[in-house]
């Protein structure tokens, strides 16, 4: 009972994590109806602008937090003004294309030698210490993952359903001509959607790095990851990607107890093809 434990805690930190970027990702799909290959691009530079902050500048950790959520935040925005707005009218796969054209030019920029190059790096944090109780032990950065998505995903919630803005994200989710119809700025709403998923990605890298390791190609990674738990909460579903996210948090980390480490995302994607087999459309209605 106490390896259950341990591991229900794990996969809450992991499923945080997943949370934040996969959300980012949907409100992009959902307004922009196109798959932002992008987007583990902004996860990977939001780590990279943390880390540099905080070794280069000496800025504090929660500092170089919410710093680079900012910076994200704009990247993403500026983002979506240069490469897929002039697109907006174009087919699909040309956004497509451009997105993972934007995803391997970021990587290759990190790699640079005069930049970041393709070590790997360790984001330092202040939170060192390890909680124990019942036989059970968290870390103190993993209890700030599980605190901090919770605290992020339940104001994002509230910015969706109780605010003036976020209920334009939601019309234009639900029906893009018909906000534009009435007056909503479809052209700004875009750029503050992606300016959101910038910021998620860049709070969600920044809270995780510590507790593994930098690289070029963790974007790859996470887009993998996040595209696979968007499918599998039906794509353009807020809950769904939340939902989502944390049954393959709970499949990599159980499954990786089970058949070991090496594993654990083959075990995530088996449950992935297992859910969609049964139920294609994924387990939320699109946009619901």
């Known amino acids: 009972m106490t390896l259950f434990f341990q591991q229900l805690l794990n996969a809450l930190a992991l499923g945080?994590?997943?949370?934040?970027?996969?959300?980012?990702?949907?409100?992009?799909?959902?307004?922009?109806?196109?798959?932002?290959?992008?987007?583990?691009?902004?996860?990977?530079?939001?780590?990279?602008?943390?880390?540099?902050?905080?070794?280069?500048?000496?800025?504090?950790?929660?500092?170089a937090l919410g710093l680079s959520a900012v910076v994200l935040a704009l990247t993403a925005a500026l983002l979506e003004r240069i490469v897929f707005h002039p697109l907006r009218h174009a087919p699909h796969v040309h956004a497509m294309i451009a997105a993972i054209g934007v995803l391997f030019f970021i990587e290759a920029a990190i790699r640079l030698p005069f930049v970041f190059g393709s070590d790997f790096l360790q984001l330092p944090s202040p939170l060192t210490g390890i909680l124990s109780f019942g036989g059970v032990t968290i870390t103190a950065q993993r209890l700030l993952i599980i605190a901090a998505s919770i605290v992020i995903m339940g104001a994002l919630y509230y910015f969706l359903k109780r605010t003036l803005v976020g209920t334009t994200i939601e019309a234009m989710a639900q029906n893009r001509e018909g906000a534009r119809?009435?007056?909503?700025?479809?052209?700004?709403?875009?750029?503050?959607?992606?300016?959101?998923?910038?910021?998620?990605?860049?709070?969600?890298?920044?809270?995780?790095?510590?507790?593994?390791?930098?690289?070029?190609?963790?974007?790859?990674?996470?887009?993998?990851?996040?595209?696979?738990?968007?499918?599998?909460?039906?794509?353009?579903?807020?809950?769904?990607?939340?939902?989502?996210?944390?049954?393959?948090?709970?499949?990599?980390?159980?499954?990786?107890?089970?058949?070991?480490?090496?594993?654990?995302?083959?075990?995530?994607?088996?449950?992935?093809?297992?859910?969609?087999?049964?139920?294609?459309?994924?387990?939320?209605?699109?946009?619901?």
């Open 16 to 63: 945080g994590v997943y949370s934040l970027v996969a959300l980012g990702l949907t409100l992009v799909y959902g307004v922009m109806q196109i798959p932002n290959f992008a987007h583990g691009a902004l996860y990977m530079l939001g780590a990279y602008v943390s880390y540099a902050l905080l070794t280069s500048l000496g800025v504090p950790y929660f500092l």
């Open 181 to 288: 119809l009435m007056g909503i700025n479809v052209s700004g709403v875009a750029m503050l959607t992606f300016g959101i998923s910038g910021a998620l990605a860049a709070i969600a890298s920044t809270l995780y790095a510590p507790t593994a390791l930098i690289s070029p190609s963790m974007g790859e990674v996470m887009n993998l990851k996040v595209f696979a738990i968007i499918i599998l909460g039906g794509m353009g579903s807020v809950p769904g990607a939340v939902v989502g996210a944390f049954l393959l948090a709970i499949a990599e980390v159980f499954g990786g107890v089970i058949v070991g480490g090496d594993f654990a995302s083959i075990v995530g994607f088996a449950v992935l093809v297992l859910v969609l087999a049964i139920r294609p459309q994924g387990l939320f209605r699109s946009g619901a």
